[in-house]
């Protein structure tokens, strides 16, 4: 246990990639012991997100050093409030979703279990990892294995989106190496916590080149976010994948927003001359990205574009909190993320079960109506999660959000743009669900599993539920972003541990 | 100088015309575009560790342990990984563009899975 501990950033990216490799040995012939792999790793990785949660509440932070280099030289994972936070919830709906695949055909997909695990040991690397050049290896795994993910059951459709996908994440990979070089060129570093000395102690002549090398770092994390205006991948790729894999992608997006918030707290601290032109910048950004995500949700005309387009906008609420960048705007946007992420993943798997496309098995032997009201209520829950209607999660998260909007030099704008993109958004909704579920313009499926949903909307009304103690939490994590230098501290002082036996000098 | 001027010089007409490729509507174009984009960004990451003529990245003794005198091991290692991560997502692109190409029947970028 104690070894465990003391190892305990690693498991997040070792557990799955290790499930991978066993799950490629057992072959794709024994499906059945290959979901036990991965259902050994996600229960392990629950734990690790539990544990993690756990000790950093109490105000542990830990910092591991891959290799037991010293830290700005080697690659340093740090767990702190936010990573763990970020842990749970991806092992969470890593759980529905293997959950809902069992269910479909995906399994028996080619190289499903593997890809899927991959593409978790890409996302708790993102979220661990305080070395840039690191994250950039994290994106690209995580990357790679959504690039199968999306091609599982392969068609037309899903062909041409994955073409779309894979050209601009290649550009966004460049974009990223471009970034990082440029800071490494002129920091000679690339630990985040390195970074955020050192730029702010940059001679004058040099700081130009460290807010161009920002710029460019916020335009890769936004194409990942799917931030305005470059957020016209989503909804093609995400309706094209298929259902359960386009819930787990949910989250995805959110691997972007929560690296913008890691620039903006970490590596372009509040205060620094970096963090003034880039909040200017995404203040605009963001409320327009939200705006325009409620526009294409009024225009969308299937379940799957709709979803699509709320995340676009849940990512465009959450930048605008991290660009105001007080600590009650950050709580509350990190809040509002596990609600919204939780309610579209929840959703995405229900448009399965509302899709009009499979009209010859639908509506079977069950209780029809029965099957109406439970879909409906589903429906609804999530619907008024991500339209932040009061009691759900989504409406505390982006009360506290305008909270500490109103705090902010622009509060009447910021909160004219957040409250009527969400009117806008709940129109949608409404318009959406009413002609799905009142006049039955699609048919329902027979139920193959309500457990994955009824599991996260379970998660989602406890999040109401347990709001106080979930809310104080989101709280420490923002006063805790809002401090780097804890970080700066934790991850530069931590010394590598004494090496066993020293190795002779081969002569 | 001169040097400097040479790469710099170098990487941005490798950049351009990878970035004139990409914008053309043929998958065959885009992926050319793509790999002399990725040739570009791995020539800036090798050059971001400063030109360095005749040195080696490895410790000699008597010498200080200045960057004057030896060449930057770091942006070697970085451009090794990108180079890696690089080509094998061009060859998944270009096993998707093959599959798409002959799927929609010819090779130009299709707008099929729009909004």
């Known amino acids: 246990m104690e070894t465990l501990i003391k190892h305990l950033p690693m498991l997040p990216i070792a557990i799955p990639l290790l499930g991978a490799a066993l799950a490629l040995i057992v072959g794709e012939k024994s499906i059945v012991r290959q979901r036990t792999i991965a259902w050994i790793c996600i229960l392990f990785m629950l734990g690790v997100g539990v544990v993690a949660i756990n000790h950093t509440a109490r105000g542990y932070l830990a910092i591991y050093l891959v290799g037991n280099w010293q830290a700005p030289f080697g690659i340093a994972l740090a767990l702190d409030k936010l990573s763990a936070m970020m842990l749970l919830l991806t092992s969470f709906i890593a759980a529905i979703v293997l959950l809902a695949a069992q269910r479909s055909q995906l399994l028996s997909g080619t190289f499903f279990i593997p890809l899927f695990l991959l593409q978790l040991m890409g996302l708790n690397g993102a979220f661990l990892t305080a070395d840039l050049f690191n994250l950039f290896v994290f994106f690209e795994v995580l990357l790679a294995a959504s690039y199968g993910l999306l091609l599982q059951q392969p068609d037309q459709q899903k062909t041409n989106a994955a073409t779309h996908y894979v050209v601009l994440n290649l550009i966004g990979s460049a974009l990223f190496l471009i970034a990082a070089s440029l800071l490494y060129g002129i920091t000679g570093t690339l630990n985040m916590a390195d970074l955020s000395v050192k730029i702010h102690a940059l001679p004058p002549s040099s700081r130009p080149l460290a807010v161009a090398a920002g710029f460019i770092l916020l335009t890769v994390f936004a194409i990942k976010a799917a931030l305005l205006p470059l957020n016209f991948w989503l909804t093609g790729t995400y309706r094209a994948a298929e259902t359960p894999i386009s819930a787990l992608f949910a989250i995805m997006t959110k691997v972007g927003v929560v690296a913008i918030i890691r620039a903006l707290t970490l590596i372009y601290p509040d205060g620094t001359f970096g963090n003034v032109v880039m909040t200017k910048a995404l203040i605009v950004i963001a409320p327009i990205t939200m705006f325009v995500a409620a526009c294409g949700a009024l225009a969308a005309r299937e379940l799957k574009t709709l979803i699509g387009w709320s995340i676009v906008g849940s990512a465009g609420i959450i930048v605008t909190a991290a660009a105001i960048g007080n600590a009650k705007a950050l709580s509350g946007a990190l809040f509002y993320l596990i609600g919204s992420t939780l309610a579209s993943a929840c959703l995405f798997l229900l448009a399965a079960a509302l899709d009009n496309r499979n009209t010859s098995n639908s509506v079977a032997t069950t209780d029809h109506s029965t099957i109406w009201k439970v879909t409906g209520a589903l429906f609804l829950i999530c619907a008024m999660t991500l339209t932040s209607l009061p009691p759900f999660s989504g409406f505390i998260g982006k009360a506290v959000i305008l909270a500490g909007a109103v705090q902010h030099l622009w509060p009447t704008y910021l909160t004219t743009v957040i409250l009527v993109s969400g009117f806008m958004m709940l129109i949608a909704y409404v318009n959406i669900g009413s002609r799905l579920l009142l006049k039955r313009d699609s048919s329902v499926n027979p139920p193959a599993g309500y457990l994955p949903m009824g599991i996260a909307v379970a998660s989602i009304v406890s999040l109401t539920l347990f709001a106080a103690p979930i809310q104080r939490f989101t709280d420490q994590t923002a006063i805790e972003l809002r401090q780097p230098q804890i970080m700066q501290g934790n991850v530069l002082g931590k010394r590598p541990m004494d090496k066993i036996k020293k190795m002779e000098p081969a002569k | ?115």
């Open chain 2, 1 to 115: 100088m001169s040097l400097e001027l040479l790469v710099a010089l170098g990487i941005g007409v490798l950049t351009a015309a990878g970035v004139y490729l990409v914008l053309r509507a043929r998958l065959f174009d885009v992926v050319l575009g793509l790999t002399l984009v990725s040739y570009a960004v791995n020539l800036f990451i090798f050059f971001m560790g400063r030109l360095a003529i005749a040195n080696a990245p490895i410790i000699k003794s008597g010498v200080p342990h200045t960057l004057a005198n030896y060449a930057d091991p770091l942006p070697q290692a970085l451009v090794l990984t990108a180079i890696v991560i690089s080509f094998g997502m061009t060859a998944v692109l270009l096993a998707i563009a093959v599959r798409a190409s002959a799927e929609n029947g010819d090779d130009a970028v299709s707008n099929e899975s729009g909004h």
